[in-house]
Each structure stands twice: as structure tokens, then as C-alpha cells.
């Protein structure tokens, strides 16, 4: 962590910011500028509370070196995670070398669509079969979806094609019945920080694919990963849906070099 | 509600669109241009189901004239909502034409701090005390509030200082809590759209503070609140809280001009 | 064009608009809802001017179903674009079917740099050379290119590998150069609205690459592209370089949907 | 300037960091920590090319702690800088304590109407007049303004009611003939990164009205203003106008925190 002084912040405001590190256990490292002074905090272990920096007298800025997720990032843990859902012959791997297409209609309406869906994406070469039973729609007089009948008809097509099926949850009493009855719990994107919700996903002992939202930064994506590794579920597949734009020439801004950039880190 | 065909749809199409909307009970009233043609759907009351029109072909775009939203616009209801809380002289209103204050610190940490901050922000003039028993914070390792003893301290300011409190509820059973000791319910920015929630607070009895989320459209808030009226709850208070830009000089882009827009609709 | 009534306006205003539609030469064809009334525009040339018609009482909203752009658009011409360049055996064909490499340093630096670096993009299957003669630098007092000099060194370049060569241009006389030298003229993202520059590309004699600006949309991308059409150039090579977005996890926020929409439109 | 080195990085790559920093000049501080070790550049004096460190193995990160613009910042200039325009008890003064408004049409049309508009906003308060001669204009068929004579009609109009004037200038060409005939030159949005045009404004002699770009940074627009003040014109007004969001209810996002970030800075 960088403390970084005002033009002008007097030494006896860098002193005090010294003092101040001192005091937390941390060591203090002035470097002086030609146009300002910085302190660095050696040693920060990611649990350094910075507005008791922030605050004092001659400081300009804090700037964070550490990154602040832990278990979602390669320095925790090299390799690639692979989520590994089904066994034998039909089992599918996420994050591998090999990629999975997870394909279905917005919404589960009956059962006679959504067999036919599933059918047609199989077909398609798809391998886990997605379809809301629960909505989240913008307004309240829009279709909600079915609920747990619809459920029931996820898992009745999972019967009839032997795809894998993935659904959406938005609060806990569902998440229970979509740990319950589905192979992989879907957070929506609008759900993305909420932090309860993702607790519970954390010990729901499902896969869960995260669905990043629709203006979050890859740093939030992670912490909000962060948030289910550090319930004990490993089984993360991270998912990128578009952010919001400016454009309404598109409906999302597909952010392909995320991508990258989550491998990355 | 516009249908616009693509340059160049056959006359077979535009008849198709024609019959479809008047299957749907509608009138259809065509009008071509010199670059296309556009069939208005006339007699919409909202209810329109726009996915059946744009999935026929030679539709180019499905245009909205009628706003998704009813009982949160002007239209419904032409004159502006007050809420009022507390009784007697200590009355507060929100929505006329006196400037109230909300203030307080980010979180509840302990009984003194949160005594002299309620102390000192009715000094500067406030009249609703606020503070977070839960957080909803991006990371699993920052403080995420005291919980329910938060509230109690919150209440123990009350008392003390005669001030209402606002509190944030995170979860279904968070906010049972918090309708039954704050004096409003706070919905923060990242669960504008957990609309579980909204429904939830739309039963509460309390006043609803509804934060916009950090790129929510106008629409969007106004739909957000709609949940919580078409589940009875009249005494939402709308809060623009700053949406997320591209520049990080400032944390938050506080959109001003969003105010008379959402006074308007 | 659409104009959507605000709820509530009264008959006069209605007819009102329908008289300044005849007055302007086309029809008007009222369409009357549950929630407001809309009068359609029959006959729009693409020369409407909405203005006269958003300021009469009782408008809520001018709605434009014409495009702006002409000869841009696939409605002004169905083929595909191809920009030709070089003859022969070494010629290059942007917009057809084969995927063309523009590849090369930031700036020009030096005569030893630009032609190892036009080896090295050549080895690498690239077929035009870029590299910056003029630079277009947020602070003045970053390097700003080495001006004509660094045409020449590009014509060297080009001289040893056979590659075309595509540079920067940012004003008129500049591009008067660029023109004479280079194979393909740049106008850089900056400058995509740099109308009176575009104008004198329009009327450069040599193919463009026009660069979408940071933050542009699809739209204002083509219309720029229809001001170098409209001077007579129609060897318009269209850039997607990525948008600016809230995320500095990345530089640019590469938008890959819009070539599809462009492609489209 | 501190230089992050990634998580694992060797000590050999860790020394050359700090041997490539003393070849350039300055002293080298490494601050190591638990999660990786980072490099203070002590000394920097805004010039340090940091491209050179980016590249070396090990490196993580460079982040800066300078800003990069000089005397456009409270660093160099403390005090606040006042544009004065116009002599005796006609003098207007921008930066000061007074607010003083700019208003008028969007484009010079005729002698009858910017003439009547300028007795309108005088009476409105307004002390300098604005209108467009020249319009930079999204399409090539919108109109673009009457040109040089426009320029006339806005002189007409000073004379009759000795309102000072501001028009945009889109070129070399035309930005000499308003630095003839306006008291202030406005650079508008779009062309805020014309870098050329910039530096001509900066030695045209009269004061300037930048626009803040539609997507700029205040980084860059300070930056923007760098290059005139680089120049020699410090007659600088900066024009907060909006920028581009994602929401379509209001044109442009009114940045109001921008201010008093530009302010400080």
C-alpha cells in the first residue's frame, strides 16, 4: 500500500502518517518526490484498513498494491480450477482445454417446449441445458416464470436427453430447491453483489455458475467469487454476459478481452 | 406501439404483422414510408406482448410509445407522493417542498460512535439518522456490520436524539427486522433489481428509501419502485446515488439531471 | 418519423401537429391509444427536420424510424464494400472474404526500427504497415511523431518488404502528405468527429481507415464514414478499436458486436 | 512512480528494475511486501518514460504518482485564474466569485433572430452571447451553419447590445476569423483531442472556451488545456457539458462533481 501526500503536506503530516503505520504493525517507507512525498506500508497481509490512512491530515490518496480477493487468484492457487460436473461418458468439464456450450431458451414455459429445446440443443452440441424457472424480470408485470414447476420440467427434459441442467436462483428458499434439483445453480447478473444470496450459494454443495453484472469491473466479479470460495464451494464457472453500454445498438457490450484478463489473474 | 418492417419486406409480411395484431385483439394501422413501412399497434394498454411481433419476419424493430411502468407515473397519479413520517412537530415529509436531510456514517460500530454521530448531524441539521447494521460490501473480508445489535444501537441514537432512522436490509429475514425497529427500510444500489426483495419490502409497512443502482437506468428505477407499489407499499422515497462512469477522478458520477426527468415521469 | 403526444394533450395540439406535417409537404396519420396519441410521418425522405416538430405544445417525443445515413447503408447499396489496394500479385482486398493483417509500432522512430519492424509484421503475415508519423498524445509533452520525416522513413519501409503502408493523419496539411506518401489514410479515433478533417479525406484520392472514436456509437461511426462518401470516397475501411468502458482492468473495451451491427447495417 | 513487480517475482528481476532506474537517473527504493514486492522511482520529475519499466520481466504494474499536466494544476499556479473579457463597467471576469452566463441559439441563422435572441438572453441576464456559425453536425446533410457571415450577424448583434460573443471555430481556417471577430474562441466537444487545432488556439490571441469532451477523463481535459497554456494562451475557461452515459432518458450526463475535482486540481 502506497499512502501517497499532498503537494505541500507539512513533515510533521508525513510523520504523523509514519506513526500511524507503526501503530497498526505494519513498517512505514517515506519516499520523497520532486513533486510529492509517498509512503509505502511494507508488509501489508491484505487486512490493512485504509480509511485510517485516508483520513489524516497531507494525504492525497491511497493506492492499494495488493489485490484485495485471496482464493480466486492464481497467486493462491497456480492452476487452473475444472469444474467437473456428471461422471463416465457423459461428464463435462468447465475451464478446461475443451469448450462446453451450456444453451436453452429464456424461460421454461411447458413441458412440451422445453423437451423440444433441449432436444434441439443437444443436437446443436450442447451439453448442459439452461432455462429460467425463476425471472428476474424489470417489471413487475412481466412473465416471473414458472417456479418450481418449472423445475420439475428441467429435470423431466434432463430425463429425455441426458443433458446436464443449469437454473437460475434468486433467493435462498429457491436456491434450495435449484441446489435440490439442478446440476448447476446460476446467479443472475443482477444478483451478482448480492451478498447474502451468495453466501448461501457458497454452501449449497452445487457448482454455481456466476454471471458477471451488467457493470461490474473484473475486481468485483472476483470478490463476489471470492465470496462463494470462501464458503467452501471451489466449483465456480464464471461467466461473461456483456456489460451495459452507451450504444443502444446492441443490447450488451460483449467484453471479450475480460476474458483474458480473469485467466490472467 | 410501432412495428417497423425492414427495407425491403414483402407485402406478404407487412399482412402477416397486420393479422398477428389483430389475432391479439389490437387495431393495426399501417403506414409506409419512402424507406419502409411501420405499422402502428393502436388500443395498447400496456399489455402487449412485443416478443410475438419482433420474431416475425421482416421486422426490423419494435418500438415502445407506452411506458412499462403505471402506478409510479404521473399519469396514474398526477400529483407528487409525500411521504410523512413521525407525528407532531417532530413530523418529517419527504416529497414536498422542504429540503429534508439524511445523515450518519457509513456503518454502526458502537453505541458511542454512533450516539455522537446522530448528536452531531441533527447539530448540522439533519432529521433522519442513517448507519448500517448489515454492509453489503464487494469483499468477503471487510466488515460486513454488527447485524442485529446494529440495529439496537441505532434505536438507543433514537431515543437519545429524537432523530428516525434508516437502515439498509439485505436479505428477507434482515428485513423483517429492520421494518420493525428502523423508520425506514433502506434497499441499497446493488439490490435495486433483487426483486425478491422488493417484493418482500413492498409488504413491510414501512417507508421504502429505494437506492438506484449504479447504472440503472431512469426506467429501471422507476420499475424497481413499481415493484414495491403493486405489492401495496405507496411510501417509496427515491434516492439517485451517483451511477458508475468512465473516469476515475470521482468515485461516483452523480447524475443530477436525472432528478427533474424522474419528477417529470 | 413517429411523434408520440404526451398523456393528456388535447385535441387542438394534436391537430396542430397533423397541419405542420402537411405544411411540410407529407402526410400525417394520427394514431390514437389507451395511453397517448401518436402521429405518424408518412412519406419521410430522411430531410424531416424534427426540431419544428418537438417544440409544438403537447409533444412528448419525436421517434426516428429512418436512418440518417445514406450511402453507407445497405439500403443505399446491398453488396458488400471491397477496398482494393495494390495491383497484381501483391494486392489487397479489405471487406471481402480473406482476413487482412495492418500490423506495426505505435510511432516511427527511426529508419533501422520502422524496417526491421516491417520485417518482423511481414514474417508475420501482415500485408500493411502502420505506424505513427504524427501522433495524436493526450500531453503536449509527450513525443508527438517525427512529422514528414517519418513518411519518408515509412516509404523506405515499404520500399525494402513490399508491405503498403497506412499512417496517421490529424489536420489538412498533414493529410495532404499522408495522401501522397501512404497507401492507406488514417483519421485517428480522436478525430472521428473532426468533421472539416473528414471532409478533405473525403476528397484525398487515396482509401481511409476510419477509426471509431472512444466513445462513438455504431451510428455516429457511420455517419462519419458518409461524410467521406458524400465528397466521393468511397474506399472506406471501418475500424473497431475498441470503446471506453468503466473497467480499468482493461484499456479499451473492445466492442466485437458491433462489426456484426455494422456489417448489417 | 512506483513499479509493482508480480507476485513471484525473482530477485534478478527485482535488481534489474533498480538498475534500470539508476540508469535513468534516479534512485530506486524497493518496499518488499507479503504478497509481492514493489520498487519506489524516487525523484520523478514528471518526465520519466515509463514504458522502458513496463516491459522489463517481473513487472506487475507501474503506477503513477505524478500527475502529468504542469501549469494548468494548483501546483504550478496556486491561485485561481480569472479570464477577464471587455474593459470598464462592461468587464466580464470568469473564475472569480461572480457566475456569469453564456447563452444563445444553437446556430446563427439570421440577423433577425440571433439579433432579437441576444436582446432575449441579455435580458435574461446572460453577458456574453453564443451562437454557432459553424456546426460540427453528426451528418454530413444536417446543417452546418451559415460560415463567415454567421460571424458577421454575431458581430451585428454585439453591436446592438453590447453583449461580448463566443462561437466555435472547426479549423485552422475558420479559428482565424472568429480569433478576429469573437471575444472568445470555443473549441467544442468533439474536437477537445484536435490537437492541432489546439495548438493554433493557443497562439490565436483570445481567450478560449474548451468543451469537455462527450467521454474525456478531467484528466484529460486538463491535459487538453495543457496544450494551450503550452502555447502561451493561459485565457483558458473550461466548460463542463456532459458527458456520454448509458442511460437514453437524458441526452447528456451533467458531470457536477467534475467541477469541484477540476477546481482542486
Known sequence: MLIVMRHGATRDEVEKVISVIEEMGYQAQPMPGVQRTAVGLVGNDGRVDASRLEGLPGVHEVIHVSQPYKQVSREWKADATVVRLGGGAGGVAFGGTEVVAIAGPCSVESERQIVEAARQVKEAGAVVLRGG?????????????????????????????????????????????????????????????????????????????????????????????????????????????????????????????????????
Open 133 to 265: 424457472a425463476w425471472k428476474p424480470r424489470s417489471s413487475p408485470y412481466s412473465f416471473q416464470g414458472l417456479g418450481k414447476p418449472g423445475l420439475r420440467l428441467l429435470a423431466k427434459a434432463r430425463e429425455e436427453t441426458g443433458l446436464l441442467i443449469c437454473t437460475e436462483a434468486m433467493d435462498e428458499t429457491g436456491l434450495g430447491w435449484v441446489a435440490e434439483m439442478a446440476d448447476i445453480v446460476q446467479i443472475g447478473a443482477r444478483n451478482m453483489q448480492n451478498f447474502s444470496l451468495l453466501k448461501v450459494a457458497g454452501r449449497c454443495g452445487k457448482p454455481v455458475l456466476l454471471k458477471r453484472g451488467i457493470s461490474a469491473t473484473v475486481q468485483e466479479l472476483l470478490l463476489s467469487a471470492e465470496y462463494l470460495l470462501a464458503e467452501g464451494n471451489h466449483d465456480v464457472i464464471l461467466c461473461e454476459r456483456g456489460v451495459r453500454g452507451f450504444d443502444p445498438a446492441t443490447r450488451n457490450l460483449f467484453d471479450l478481452t475480460a476474458i483474458p484478463v480473469v485467466h490472467k489473474l
